[in-house]
């Protein structure tokens, strides 16, 4: 089924532009050469006990920052207490959220 759809490769639509030869394409880069070997091995344990984590943490960290910039997650209801709704409000509330970086 790849052979009959080639995307990627020399063998791609942008294969001839780009000067791809089966030695120097997609799947030469993937494996480390032009057989599965050593070399595809060692590749394939690196990107998955190295590249992956890093790549996983680094989306994790810009995750949990953009939460804690944008406010923190939803919490439950503000609770007004009796004495409290019968006072008038005198202007609009402010939040007293604590910034750091500005």
């Known amino acids: 089924m790849a052979r009959a759809t080639p995307l990627l490769g020399h063998e ?3 294969g ?3 000067h791809m030869t089966p030695y120097n394409d997609v799947r030469f880069g993937l494996l480390g050469g032009s057989i599965v070997d050593a070399n595809a091995l060692l590749r394939s344990y690196i990107w998955h ?3 992956i ?3 996983a943490s680094v989306l994790m960290i810009v995750h949990f920052w953009r939460v804690r910039k944008d406010g923190g997650i939803s ?3 503000p609770v007004m ?3 409290e709704a019968d006072k008038p409000r005198r202007g609009p509330i402010r939040s007293r959220r604590l910034t750091v970086f500005g």
Do not use: K, T
């Open 53 to 55: 984590p890093i790549v």
């Open 49 to 51: 006990c190295i590249g």
């Open 81 to 83: 207490l009796e004495a």
């Open 75 to 77: 919490g439950p209801a």
């Open 16 to 18: 001839p532009q780009l």
């Open 12 to 14: 791609g639509p942008f």
